[in-house]
RNA sequence: GCCCCCAUCGUCUAGUGGCCUAGGACAUCGCCCUCUCACGGCGAAGACAGGGGUUCAAAUCCCCUUGGGGGUACCA
């Protein structure tokens, strides 16, 4: 029997980024291993940065990684509501059992003087915080401030001694001292909003979070929570600060590092598997030979003491071999449902896909499949099985049509190709034969000019797998076309 | 400024005092396969940031320096 309850609370400000599904990831997976509950809480107290557009993208972009939740948004648990939003009237009982108990009180300084004083702080080599002059303000003193038309917000009176520590399953022990690092800190904001320091702590504790795992740039503010924790009486969870994402730079990941949300990874063709696997890959390890992950396995083998203590450099060109890994292992039909929207997006395959144009499909798809990196090029590689005024790329055919005897070449193909029982290997390779003593050429020679005819580039499947796919009337018709095409432009 | 965290190939990492002339994967390069491109196979190159200790023995423990990251908000 377990207790283990781990949640993932994204702020709904944008796209999820790779580094909240990865922190997702973790949580997800720390507690399918031990059976435990994973809570999906939206943490949309900033109002001015929050929208419910926001918050549906999160949501999709956690079901396309497959990382399903307990409780949260559509699965209604013990412990809801699941949107900070409607949590509003707990943070009040809590902020004011503070004020009962002496350790909140109201401040009326503005955001003006306290930057003033912050400046002062720096310049002198201290660490900035608050100085806690409205910590013992008389009524009459609130009443001039509240005369004076200021708002006030409402401070935790942290402790002013001693050292608040840490236990960390990745970090271990880490010490801060009370004096100089937890300060008054701002538990409710003049717009009447808890801040983010106190929201999360009433959320994990009546949530009865086990384990707060979420990324390092948290671990600075744990103390402060601590000591809200036991102010409050509350148990506090256990914490795990795993390392953040960085770009090639070593600077935080971040949009101008290209790709960084889910959903575009989504878009741009990526398996939800390889996804998974890669990102466990970011931070964690299991042993020194093993890169390739299923799911369930990765459910099986994940701790916390496997994490990495540091920052990943994300590398997406590892994400696309892996993609490509999951792409090879899947089979025929599965790969033609991840291809379909793509090929239907782009035009290559109606919204209707009859039975005949499905098996034809699949066979150009079992020439594709090793080289596919993402889902999303198979538009690129496919399209002139599906397009018969496929485009020629210049450059290739200058490169490779405009030679002396391309002509005969292609000449003597259609002729072979006309002639044929069958357009596979068996049959026409010894009649391309002939062509190589005719023309005293080698193979290579003549294959590539019939490639670059038959589909416009230079890149594409073995020949014969080409030419039975399309079959004689199209090759007959692609190789004339082609004919006419190099006439038209005088490069024969 | 102050505080915290981190430090093995270009990248992700294995390594928890002797098994390390440091292993794997991606990327790179070469060869093989071959009609192109992939896939696949084989091979090469490539790292313990620096300096002090501790120890018979250090990539592994301690200290300093350097470098990187994060926090320091009425953002989360």
Not at 423 to 444: A, R, T, V
Not at 470 to 481: N, Q
């Amino acid at each position: 029997m377990s207790t283990v309850r781990v949640r993932f609370a994204p702020s709904p400000t944008g796209d999820l980024h790779v580094g909240g599904a990865r922190t997702a990831l973790f949580n997800w997976l720390f507690a399918r291993h031990h059976g435990g509950t994973f809570v999906l809480r939206i943490e949309d107290t900033d109002a001015a940065r929050s929208t419910e557009a926001a918050t549906q993208v999160i949501l999709d972009a956690l079901e396309y990684l497959k990382l399903d939740w307990d409780e949260g948004p559509g699965k209604e648990g013990d412990f809801g509501p699941y949107y900070q939003s409607r949590r509003l009237d707990l943070y009040k009982k809590y902020a004011s059992e503070l004020m009962g108990r002496g350790r909140a009180y109201h401040c009326y300084c503005t955001p003006e003087e306290l930057d003033q004083r912050r400046q002062e702080q720096i310049k002198a080599g201290e660490s900035t915080r608050y100085d806690g002059r409205c910590r013992n303000l008389t009524a009459e003193e609130k009443q001039a401030f509240a005369a004076e038309g200021r708002v006030p917000v409402i401070r935790f009176k942290s402790l002013e001694e001693g050292a608040t520590v840490v236990e960390d399953l990745v970090r271990g022990t880490v010490t801060f001292d009370n004096v100089t690092q937890v300060d008054d800190f701002v538990i409710f904001k003049s717009d009447g909003m808890p801040t983010y320091n106190f929201a999360v702590v009433v959320d994990d504790a009546l949530m009865k979070i086990s384990h707060v795992i979420r990324g390092d740039d948290h671990l600075s503010n744990t103390p402060k929570q601590i000591q809200i924790y036991e102010a409050l009486g509350f148990k506090t969870p256990t914490f795990a600060h795993i390392p953040m994402i960085l770009g090639p730079d070593k600077s935080l990941l971040s949009k101008r590092h290209g790709a960084t949300s889910v959903t575009q990874f989504y878009d741009d063709g990526y398996l939800a598997e390889a996804m998974v696997n890669y990102l466990a890959l970011l931070g964690w390890g299991y042993d020194d030979s093993q890169t390739i992950f299923s799911i369930p396995d990765l459910i099986a083998k994940f701790s916390l003491e496997r994490v990495s203590k540091n920052p990943a450099v994300f590398d997406k060109q590892k994400l696309e071999w892996m993609n490509g890994v999951y792409i090879r292992e899947l089979s025929l039909e599965e790969l033609y449902e991840v291809c379909l929207p793509f090929c239907q997006k782009e035009g290559l395959l109606p919204a209707e896909v009859s039975p005949e144009l499905k098996a034809y499909t699949l066979k150009v798809l079992e020439q594709l499949q090793s080289r596919l990196k993402l889902v999303a090029d198979v538009v690129a590689l496919a399209s002139y099985f599906y397009i018969d005024d496929y485009e020629y790329k210049p450059e290739i055919v200058q490169k490779i049509l405009t030679k002396p005897q391309t002509e005969d070449i292609l000449n003597f193909v259609h002729a072979a190709v006309k002639d044929a029982a069958k357009l596979d290997e068996e049959h026409l390779k010894p009649q391309f034969q002939l062509g190589l003593e005719k023309y005293g050429i080698k193979m290579g020679d003549l294959i590539q000019p019939i490639r670059v005819a038959l589909t416009g580039t230079n890149v594409s499947p073995g020949i014969y797998d080409v030419l039975e796919l399309l079959g004689k009337e199209k090759v007959l018709a692609r190789i004339e076309r082609t004919l006419d095409m190099l006439k038209k432009e005088e490069l024969l």
